[in-house]
């Protein structure tokens, strides 16, 4: 039996005793996650819960694990998050009073709280991204090298390890390849590996549950930490002030962090200029575009790996033609295969070439400010080249203003300061400013509204095809 189905049983009973509001609040978050012989292992959140189900709900649980597993049956619990109350040093965690309770009971008592060993990060790391199969070229050999390097002595190299550039040249791969390879070096390692946008939710969640200390906690006790894409903590104070906290500490005592981002931390945006200065105190690599031998290497090992056969020419092909985004090299593989298979087509040049137009279109970038420069030019009629220019003619201006308020609205990846260089060097209070303005017109004038809604509705429809 797996070890889900004799817990969901055991929840089921434990279900028919306390009403809906008890259950989830104490037991929904719970998992099961290993059975061995009688011994039941589930994963807690943290001490609180523990201690709750502890003292108010043992007998329902025991009476689960007696009907389910027999009168050997006992239940291990696996700690989410670390006791706070007691965590620090190891040495305090080793004696953790409730630990010490528990055996003490342990003649009535089905439980073990298990030791430090057992207390659970999640390393969350995916295993297809190795070393071995991050193929080496010029683009990549000093990163990767000092990854290498980073995952045989963690923490006393290079901190922070930084790796940033474009989209799809390998930095979540070779991030993670370091993960691994940390783990396999040092089993025992706390390591986790985190984007930056999960980071951020977590950081909002806790806050929310006051439960920040614990989140603070969690991550001041790893050994390493990979947060990726940091340049997703643009505006982000909040979590800027825990990560900077987290930083210095982990520094401190030599605990490895690896970051990664799509530009170089003087070019990181809305992000302190503190963070920035203690980014420049590690090694910062970029992954630039691989040459045509590097991609075409990469593209014969992802072909081995999934055990596909392609004509030389075809790859070389493939290489040939996308030049700056493995990814989307990959994407076109697959698509390219399935093609083949499902329209029992050979595989060709022909054939090729029209999976990646047809896969360059379709993949062609998110909705972008070009994209709504030119849905408000064509409406308004007004020349795209003027719209960039200093001029103050009314209703030029009026064209970079509702261009200036579309792209606020609907391309988040960009700052007031972006969009204000974008727009001739204007300061990120006149992007304000013109935002304001259109949303006043929008309230006050009912044909430029429509104007506006006319302009909103292609914008809408770009976005769906894209
Ligand atoms: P990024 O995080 O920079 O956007 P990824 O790490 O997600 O890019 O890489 C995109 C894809 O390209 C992944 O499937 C990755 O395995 C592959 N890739 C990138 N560089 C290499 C390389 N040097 N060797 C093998 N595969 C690579
Ligand atoms: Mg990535």
């Keep these: 039996m797996d070890p889900h189905t004799v817990w ?50 043992l007998h329902l649980l025991k009476k689960g694990v007696k009907n389910e597993l027999g009168n050997k049956g006992k239940l291990e619990y696996q700690l989410l998050m670390p006791d706070f109350k007691n965590a620090g040093t190891k040495a305090k965690t080793k004696t953790n009073p409730v630990a010490v309770n528990t055996k ?39 990163a990767r090298q000092a990854g290498i390097n980073i995952s045989k002595n963690p923490g006393r190299l290079f901190n922070p390890l930084i790796i940033y550039g474009g989209v799809g040249l390998g930095k979540t791969h070779l991030a993670q390849a370091i993960g691994n390879g940390l783990k396999q070096n040092f089993p025992d390692q706390k390591l986790t590996y985190i984007s930056t946008d999960k980071f951020t939710n977590q950081f909002i969640m806790a806050v929310k549950n006051n439960s920040a200390n614990e989140f603070a906690n969690f991550y001041n006790n790893l050994d390493t930490i990979i947060l990726d894409d940091i340049q997703f903590l643009a505006g982000k ?126 993949a062609s970038k998110s909705l972008g400010m070009d994209d709504i420069i030119q849905i408000v030019c064509d409406q308004l009629k007004v020349d795209r080249e003027l719209l960039l220019t200093k001029t103050r003619k009314s209703h030029i201006v009026q064209a970079r203003q509702l ?44 044909s430029f509204k429509d104007t506006a809604n006319l302009i909103e509705k292609k914008i809408l429809k770009t976005i769906r095809v894209k």
């Excluded at 969901?8 to 059975?35: C, G, H, P, Q, T």
């Excluded at 298990?114 to 080496?136: A, M, R, S, W």
């Design 237 to 362: 104070a909040g979590t800027q002030e825990v990560f900077f906290h987290l930083f210095n500490h982990l520094q401190q005592g030599n605990k490895q962090i690896i970051l990664t981002a799509d530009r170089a931390p003087k070019d990181l945006v809305e992000i302190e200029d503190r963070l920035i200065s203690r980014f420049k105190w590690g090694l910062t690599i970029e992954l630039t575009q691989p040459d045509f031998e590097t991609r075409l290497a990469i593209l014969l090992s992802k072909l081995d790996k999934l055990k596909i056969e392609l004509p030389m020419d075809v790859c070389e092909f493939i290489a040939m033609k996308l030049k700056d985004n493995i990814r989307e090299m990959e994407g076109v593989l697959i698509s390219l295969v399935a093609q083949s298979t499902i329209n029992k087509k050979a595989i060709t040049k022909e054939l090729t070439d029209e999976v990646i137009s047809e896969y360059s279109n379709k």
């Design 104 to 142: 003490d009971l342990s003649n009535y008592n089905p439980f073990v709280i298990p030791g430090i060993k057992t207390y659970h990060v999640d390393p969350n790391l995916n295993e297809q991204y190795q070393f071995d199969n991050f193929i080496e070229g010029d683009c990549n050999r000093v």
């Design 8 to 57: 969901n049983r055991i929840m089921d009973s434990v279900k028919e005793e306390v009403d809906a509001l008890e259950f989830n609040r104490w037991f929904a978050s719970i998992k099961a996650i290993k059975l061995d012989e009688n011994i039941l292992t589930i994963e807690v959140p943290n001490q609180f819960v523990y201690e709750r189900l502890e003292n108010q709900y």
């Design 403 to 446: 261009a200036t308020y579309f792209t606020r609205k609907y391309v988040k990846s960009l700052s007031l300061k972006n969009i204000g260089e974008y727009f001739g060097g204007k300061d990120h209070s006149t992007v304000l400013h013109s935002c304001k303005v259109v949303e006043n017109m929008i309230q006050t004038d009912p």
